[in-house]
């Protein structure tokens, strides 16, 4: 069974102290590696794909990183506006039907304070 | 622009009173996802459609149907709403290109039970 374990659970940070999120996962065969950002009451919002080991991608004040077991966000001199949570979720084709689905961990709630 | 639309935002329903939820695109992508989100929770995958092949998770109760009357449309039923089951639904979409921008996700439904 695919698995994918955020932390922190939560992470609170002054406006423009870096910290990174963690995200390990266990899946049969990867199709990809993404991060998510879900404010309050709404749906995820895409941030980066990765696909294999020593990737990396950036987007503003983000960071993404892989490596074989886990991937990392890096948030370099964060915003108040960068508060939400950060999911991460893997791609793995489904046992049925065809496609892929994502599995989900459970997020990193990010609080960033003027 | 394009998206998924989910109807209604917020829904309450009674305990044991069928319910149904309501998600349409205007993407005209293959695959429609349902997921279920419970506070601080990771979204858990309940089905998927690739076209108007069903296929549901091995661990999605019973009480939780689907149907996909055409491309656009997907319906989520609760049969017998416990209070369990209270949480946001969110329907969302892929294109199969495997890619993380090729999932858009609705806005969501939150649903309460009383």
């Known amino acids: 069974e695919d698995q994918v374990t955020q932390s922190p659970e939560a992470l609170r940070l002054q406006e423009g102290e870096s910290s990174s999120l963690n995200c390990s996962y266990t899946?049969?065969?990867?199709?990809?590696l993404f991060w998510y950002r879900q404010d309050p009451g709404k749906g995820p919002e895409f941030l980066f794909t990765?696909?294999?080991a020593g990737e990396e991608k950036e987007k503003e004040r983000l960071k993404a990183t892989l490596t074989k077991k886990e991937s990392f966000l890096h948030i370099t001199a964060p915003k108040p506006e960068d508060s939400a949570t950060y999911l991460c979720?893997?791609?793995?084709?489904?046992?049925?039907?065809?496609?892929?689905?994502?599995?989900f961990g459970t997020g990193t709630q990010l609080k960033v304070e003027l | 622009d394009a998206m998924v639309i989910q109807n209604p935002r917020y829904q309450v329903t009674q305990f044991g009173k069928p319910v149904t939820l309501s998600c349409s695109q205007t993407?005209?992508?293959?695959?429609m996802y349902w997921y279920q989100q419970k506070s601080s929770q990771a979204p858990k995958l309940l089905f998927h459609?690739?076209?108007?092949?069903?296929?549901n998770e091995a661990d999605t109760p019973d009480n939780f149907q689907s149907r996909r009357p055409n491309t656009s449309f997907c319906f989520l039923d609760i049969r017998s709403p416990g209070l369990g089951d209270a949480a946001m639904y969110l329907c969302?979409?892929?294109?199969?290109?495997?890619?993380?921008?090729?999932?858009?996700f609705g806005s969501g439904t939150r649903l309460t039970v009383v």
């Open positions: 969302a979409t892929s294109d199969l290109r495997g890619r993380g921008d090729g999932y858009t």
């Open positions: 899946v049969s065969g990867l199709r990809g």
């Open positions: 990765l696909y294999s």
């Open positions: 979720a893997v791609q793995a084709p489904t046992l049925t039907g065809g496609g892929n689905k994502l599995t």
């Open positions: 993407l005209n992508h293959n695959v």
């Open positions: 459609y690739y076209d108007k092949d069903f296929n």
